[in-house]
């Protein structure tokens, strides 16, 4: 396919890599393709970042049609860049994009213009430890009417941000909330898709956990609010009785690729994994008599994030004395090792950047 490349002729200046945070600074350049019905996929260009233009009536401003991908660049101690798995990022774009009636990029076609925007921003991707470079591609219904339906004309476009370390001061566990009023999503609805729609209904209660002094809330299913299914914007694994218990993809829950690799790596070396349906009920009685042994959160942001209190209606329950787990440790230093290239890929996972 033909991208077209107009380079910025005012470069910035890397920052300093001790301060990036998460999402706040921004590459030189950005990834942009229009779609329409008649035409499909068209005008594929990368560009100096900044500002778009959009019509008012624009389809994603009135009635949300959006969806969106995360994955990291990593740069290995060879200097080398490396993406992670970005094949399962397609993939899942292309099922979002099928449940919000968006138009699906072609495989092939989606990995080049990756690889070609990453190549292009490669010296972005900063070397301190536990740093990268985070990619978003994410795609809009840009509809010039008010009229609802399926979408005739798309944006798809990639922006790129040098991300900091997670843990800066080391891991620390988090505190947990589960919620019960509040739900996230059902069967049927958007739960599986990565769509913006479905964080803008989970911010309030986002918004109440913080207040009480808990980093995230964790779901329940939307109709018996019994069932756990994930945390804010990871999936969550157990620890029970020497048993690997994750939620199964009921349809509600987005089928992390983190999820999927923590599942892999475990499977390899003989864990016994259950993708199960697991009750408040189940988990309660586990905090209860001591045979909840861990309890983690993973997602591409964190890679692994221990859980150390869960609190549910009036109760609280601390996990492992609110230290990291062996399962969760060992799960962490093997996936950062493949994704930063500390350690032998011996699944195939990373794609080295040109
Ligand atoms: C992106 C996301 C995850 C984690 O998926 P990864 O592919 O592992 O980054 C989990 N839950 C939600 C709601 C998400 O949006």
Redesign the pocket.
């Known amino acids: 396919m033909n991208i077209e490349i107009i380079k910025t002729n005012a470069p910035k200046e890397k920052p300093d890599s001790a301060n990036l945070g998460f999402g706040k600074i921004f590459t030189d350049h950005m990834f942009i393709m229009d779609y329409s019905r008649e035409e499909g996929w068209k005008n594929a260009r990368i560009v100096p970042f900044g500002r778009i233009e959009l019509h008012p009536a624009s389809t994603v401003l009135h009635y949300g049609s959006e969806i969106f991908e995360?994955?990291k660049a990593y740069r290995r101690a060879d200097g080398e860049v490396q993406l992670f798995r970005p094949i399962?990022?397609i993939r899942?774009m292309n099922n979002s994009a099928d449940r919000l009636c968006l138009p699906q990029i072609d495989e092939d076609m989606a990995m080049e213009i990756l690889t070609t925007f990453v190549e292009c921003e490669k010296d972005w991707t900063p070397s301190a430890e536990g740093t990268s470079l985070y990619l978003r591609p994410f795609m809009f219904g840009n509809d010039e009417t008010l009229g609802v339906h399926a979408v005739h004309n798309a944006t798809f476009m990639i922006i790129a941000s040098p991300v900091g370390s997670y843990y800066k001061e080391g891991i620390n566990p988090v505190k947990i909330m589960i919620e019960a009023d509040d739900v996230?999503a059902v069967r049927g609805g958007t739960g599986y898709a990565?769509c913006g729609g479905?964080?803008a209904a989970s911010n309030r209660a986002g918004e109440r956990a913080e207040q009480k002094g808990y980093s995230q809330v964790l779901w329940l299913d939307g109709v018996e609010r019994k069932y756990i299914e994930?945390?804010?914007?990871?999936?969550v694994m157990f620890k029970i009785n020497g048993e690997i218990v994750t939620p199964a993809l009921s349809g509600s829950?987005?089928?992390?690729?983190?999820?999927?690799?923590c599942i892999e790596v475990l499977k390899s070396e003989g864990y016994t994994v259950s993708e199960r349906l697991l009750s408040i009920e189940e988990l309660e009685k586990a905090m209860e008599d001591g045979s909840l042994e861990e309890a983690w959160g993973?997602?591409?942001?964190a890679v692994v994030s221990p859980i150390g209190e869960l609190a549910y209606k009036d109760k609280i329950f601390t996990v492992n004395g609110g230290k990291i787990g062996e399962v969760t440790q060992h799960l962490y230093d093997t996936l950062t090792g493949i994704q930063w290239g500390k350690i032998e890929d011996k699944f195939g996972w990373t794609q080295l950047v040109k």
């Open positions: 995360g994955l399962e990022n899942r996230r990565k479905n964080y994930e945390v804010g914007a990871m999936n829950i987005l089928p992390g690729i983190t999820r999927k690799s993973c997602g591409t942001a």
